[in-house]
């Protein structure tokens, strides 16, 4: 008899987020519990096998690993979340030190990059089976997860963020704004120019009043949506000479100088408080984002609604499911890896989470496409993300590319709390980013 299966089994349920996504970035962390855990029962005693999953945030996997357990009882699972920055900087360590990684890692579409060019430390999952399974994916997704070379493959596809734009109806109304979503998406059509537009109508109109959380989120999106971002096709850094990084800086700053910001640090009790007390107007709102929403706001049903996002489509966010070479279990780890990223579990994600699926199969498929929240005014999500996912133009993401958007955010933070200029925070990202060369 195994005294503490069960116990490992439900690990993962007892410390997840009431964050719904990894973009969720869940501060709780299971790893002491679980090594005291993997400690006091291996399974190898009794041919049941124990299978890490180190993630960010809670991507709703807990059912699925219920379901898989009872479609295979030799497996187990234990689930550690650790908040964003501390996962990734967790796994290049672990990675680096040839121990402590789990059997499943989950890597953001900003940092996977930096693991594909350290295919060596990772399996190959081309050589388990994910050979025949290229077309499953978005075209650049799959490309997302493939060495230089082409001759490894590191991680599957779960979600994409297709971008949207999600926005309080109550506080448009109050400004005298549209509050339709088409009519709201008809605002700032054409250009992030006419959404900070709309911005300096929302401040005069209610005396001050935010219309956005914090500046690196529009930031981001704007970046995203460019032909290049902050890395060439070469991995050289383009951030000074991009003009499409230096719009995206000077529009944020005049947004910021204008007051639209309301200076919230994303993923902070205050950030989370912000979306219930209704203290921000709009946010940048990939699918993964409506369930954050949804899980801080519980008061705001029917308040908050989705437009489009202005300057057309982009992806933001959106993760791969990697398996480190130093993981033991690697066949049953990718058996399980295949089916979850599967379309039909990555539908039972998407209507648990909110989480976009990565198969286009399901693009076309009314269990998708004919999704509607309720929370948000029923708006149809399905068709909305969908739009947003087939319409992205792929951007190519350099080997550091998400500590490169966290500087530069970085930057504009200093300028919303007033402790540099816009000239010396430039100044301070283009010093900081010498060391990424």
């Known amino acids: 008899m195994r005294p503490c299966g069960s116990l490992i089994h439900r690990l993962g349920d007892t410390v997840k987020s009431k964050r719904p996504t990894r973009a969720a970035f869940a501060a709780v962390t299971a790893a002491a519990l679980v090594a005291a855990g993997t400690a006091a029962c291996s399974g190898e ?29 030799e497996i187990e699972f234990e689930e550690r979340i650790a908040e964003f920055a501390d996962h990734h900087t967790n796994l290049t360590t672990h990675l680096a030190t040839g121990s402590g990684a789990a059997d499943i890692e989950a890597v953001e579409v900003g940092y996977i990059s930096q693991y594909t060019a350290q295919p060596d430390r990772f399996h190959n999952l081309l050589d388990l089976g994910a050979d025949e399974l290229e077309g499953q994916w978005l075209d650049w997704k799959w490309q997302q997860g493939l060495s230089a070379d082409g001759e490894s493959l590191i991680g599957l596809g779960t979600d994409v963020g297709g971008m949207a734009m999600c926005y309080r109806r109550d506080l448009f109304e109050a400004a005298g704004l549209p509050v339709e979503r088409d009519e709201v998406s008809a605002l700032w059509a054409d250009s992030w120019e006419d959404y900070v537009a709309v911005g300096h109508q929302y401040s005069e109109a209610t005396g001050g009043g935010y219309f956005f959380e914090s500046s690196g989120n529009m930031f981001r999106a704007m970046v995203e949506q460019a032909d290049e971002g902050v890395y060439d096709r070469e991995d050289q850094l383009i951030v000074e000479s991009n003009p499409a990084i230096g719009e995206a800086w000077d529009l944020t700053v005049e947004a910021i100088e204008a007051g639209m910001s309301n200076r919230l640090q994303a993923w902070t009790p205050e950030w989370n408080a912000g979306f219930n007390e209704g203290t921000f107007a709009t946010i940048i709102c990939p699918a993964w984002m409506t369930s954050y929403i949804e899980t801080n706001a519980p008061d705001a049903t029917g308040l908050w609604d989705i437009a489009t996002v202005p300057g057309g489509a982009g992806n933001m966010g959106g993760s791969h499911l990697v398996l480190p070479e130093q993981g033991e279990h690697a066949e049953e780890a990718y058996a399980f890896l295949e089916w979850l990223t599967a379309p039909e579990q990555q539908l039972k994600v998407f209507e648990s989470t909110g989480n976009f699926p990565s198969t286009p199969e399901l693009y076309e498929d009314p269990a998708l496409t004919g999704l509607a929240k309720a929370y948000f005014n029923d708006a149809p999500v399905g068709q909305i993300f969908t739009a947003a996912a087939t319409a992205v133009q792929p951007q190519y993401q350099g080997p550091l590319q998400g500590d490169v958007l966290a500087t530069i955010g970085q930057g504009l933070g200093r300028i919303e709390d007033g402790s540099q200029t816009p000239e010396e925070a430039w100044s301070q990202v283009v010093s900081d980013l010498e060391s990424f060369e």
């Open 45 to 73: 005693d009794d041919g049941t096998i124990t299978l890490t999953v180190g993630l960010f945030g809670d991507f709703g996997f807990g059912p699925l690993y219920e379901e898989y357990s009872e479609l295979h009882p």
